[in-house]
T-cell receptor, first 112, second 114 residues
Framework: QQQVKQSPQSLIVQKGGIPIINCAYENTAFDYFPWYQQFPGKGPALLIAIRPDVSEKKEGRFTISFNKSAKQFSLHIMDSQPGDSATYFC???????????FGTGTRLTVIP | EPEVTQTPSHQVTQMGQEVILRCVPISNHLYFYWYRQILGQKVEFLVSFYNNEISEKSEIFDDQFSVERPDGSNFTLKIRSTKLEDSAMYFCASIAGEGNQPQHFGDGTRLSIL
């Protein structure tokens, strides 16, 4: 059972573009939604996270948009840079639990 | 900044052999996790550990797997009799406490089963 669905699988944008990565979930018990960035040979690193009581959160060039009724959330990267090229994973955590359910990942390539 | 450290970075083992993957979580953290990532696939939860016992485990974490915190700093994952399909990156993670605490991941151990 795929708890968190993520799309697209890969994404190529020009420098300065705004890549958008989308995730959807079914489990209404999820109450914490982090995004992780992973570079080759490294572990996932927390980028930004949101709770369902807010519709948007910004940290620097990264923004999460959250639509509770649609059970969807997305990551936007403003003014993308070649250094943002990495794999991005959305994740979700259920109330009362600590383990994360990850999406399938999006490989982002930012072309100079 | 404190880090989760994992050793070895790469482990090559013959099928059927036992393997132990080691992790040193961040020192004041209380909850510990193992995740697995098969090449090119998503990160999958294996097990969580708190107060010297398993708190949650996934279907992947069968009787071939075990975890241990043998001392105050190390957290280990043992695979008793490895199979080819155990080949993956194994990530250790830790958090300071409950609630919306971020999970800090190590850089993983690449396990290759021959």
């Amino acid at each position: 059972q795929q708890q968190v669905k993520q799309s697209p699988q890969s994404l190529i944008v020009q420098k300065g573009g705004i890549p958008i990565i989308n995730c959807a979930y079914e489990n209404t018990a999820f109450d914490y939604f982090p995004w992780y960035q992973q570079f080759p040979g490294k572990g996932p690193a927390l980028l930004i996270a949101i709770r369902p009581d807010v519709s948007e959160k910004k940290e620097g060039r990264f923004t999460i948009s959250f639509n509770k009724s649609a059970k969807q959330f997305s990551l936007h990267i403003m003014d993308s840079q070649p250094g943002d090229s990495a794999t991005y994973f959305c994740a979700a955590r259920q109330t009362g639990a600590n383990n994360l359910f990850f999406g399938t990942g999006t490989r982002l390539t930012v072309i100079p | 900044e404190p880090e989760v450290t994992q050793t070895p970075s790469h482990q090559v083992t013959q099928m059927g052999q036992e393997v132990i993957l080691r992790c040193v979580p961040i020192s004041n953290h209380l909850y510990f996790y193992w995740y697995r990532q098969i090449l090119g696939q998503k990160v999958e939860f294996l097990v969580s550990f708190y107060n010297n016992e398993i708190s949650e485990k996934s279907e992947i974490f069968d009787d071939q797997f075990s975890v241990e915190r043998p001392d105050g700093s190390n957290f280990t994952l043992k695979i008793r009799s490895t199979k080819l399909e155990d080949s993956a990156m194994y990530f250790c993670a830790s958090i300071a406490g409950e609630g919306n605490q971020p999970q800090h991941f190590g850089d993983g151990t690449r396990l290759s089963i021959l």
